[in-house]
């Protein structure tokens, strides 16, 4: 759905964005992550036709940005960081507006509806934007985005500012526009990206530095693998046993005890899976495996160590 190729944004002998390529396909959400002047809202502002590139291309629907403008934006809803709100409009005169700037062939009356009901703004459709909470005025942005169904949808920091019960809102809206949506979302906000996310793409110094699903991003950094293995057995013959495991490197018995059973952290191998091995070595001495997890940095570790890896930091 969504193709970026070898795109570059210079100013000068400056790059904001230095030959980047990645693919969104239909129905992903994506985190777009990078430090402050990464090239991030370059990238973004290009994709959704605000900025010109020096070279490359940008595609939304097969269709080139720079070519072909006002059809590649009839494909983007675009939610930036302040949402472009005419705050003495009411909701529905807002909407309604948005709908004639954006051309919409869609049933007004129904579409606007459908719209309002999506992002549960349906209660205040009559008020003020300026009399609205930070939280409905957030929703209101998303609306916008929405009207006239493009495929894709950006969203620029859509929570900050936010309290935690309006972001578990926003959050479970994202997640719910995934479904019939492609998503690109960008935040400062790594647990939001964890937990709304297929995939993540990290950018720094205007360069690609990862790209991974996000339950192998921490492969990107990690050289082995870990679990915490909890058995019903005794300590020392399990941790034997588990020593005895190839592609295990070691064990460490944690003295974490939970009624008859004790908890060992195994490291394995890069690339080696040992979560088949352990089963069935524990079972061989019928010792019960009573809990099994895999162990591994958080997303905001990754994250920094990614960015420090690109520059040369240790």
Partial sequence: MIEI?????????????????????EGEIVGFLGPNGAGKSTTMNILTGYLSSTSGEAKVGGIDILENPDEAKKLIGFLP???????????????????????????REKHLEEVR????????????????SKGYRQRVGIAQALVGNPPVIIFDEPTVGLDPKQIIEIRNLIRSLGKNHTVILSTHILSEV????????IINEGKIIADERTENITQVVEDNRRYAVKVAGPQREVAAALRQIPGVLSVEI????????????????KGVDVRKPVFWAM????????????????LEEVFTKIVDRSEGKK
């Fill in 81 to 107: 960081e302040q949402p472009p709100l005419y705050i003495d409009m009411t909701v529905n005169e807002y909407l309604n507006f948005v709908y004639e700037i954006k051309g919409c062939r869609l049933n």
């Fill in 194 to 201: 964890q937990s709304v996310c297929d995939r993540i793409v």
């Fill in 283 to 298: 079972a061989e001495n019928n010792w019960p495996i009573t809990g099994l997890e895999t162990l591994g940095m958080n």
């Fill in 5 to 25: 190729n070898h795109l570059v944004k210079n100013y000068g002998s400056k790059f904001a964005v230095d030959d980047i390529s990645f693919r969104v396909g």
């Fill in 254 to 269: 944690t003295g974490e005890r939970e009624l008859d059973s004790y908890v060992y952290r195994v490291e394995a191998e």
């Fill in 117 to 132: 009901k999506v992002t549960k703004i349906e209660d205040v459709k009559n008020r003020l934007i300026r009399n609205l």
